[in-house]
């Protein structure tokens, strides 16, 4: 269970923000900010993301609240 940094695993996180225009995430697993692809919450929503930097998925919970500033 302490191994999160175990690649294949898919982690869901519940707060996105927006940055420059692109929508941003903490990836869970390296907690490097993530520019997720997509025009609005409804596309980055419930999508999965692969960030590159890690090779870590994650995936948009589908009721993720959208925050001004990440914490
Ligand atoms: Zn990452």
């Excluded at 269970?1 to 690649?7: F, W």
């Excluded at 996180?13 to 390296?30: L, R």
């Excluded at 907690?31 to 090779?55: E, F, M, P, Q, W």
Aim: charged share 25%; net charge positive; hydrophobic share 30%.
């Amino acid at each position: 269970m302490s191994d999160d940094k175990t690649t294949n695993k898919i982690i869901q996180i519940n707060t996105i923000s927006k940055k420059s225009g692109d929508y941003i995430a903490e990836c869970p697993h390296c907690k490097d900010i993530y520019r997720l692809i997509g025009n609005d919450l409804s596309a980055v929503r419930g999508t999965r993301y692969l960030h590159s930097a890690c090779d870590g998925w994650l995936v948009v919970s589908k009721t993720a609240r959208f925050i001004r500033n990440l914490p």
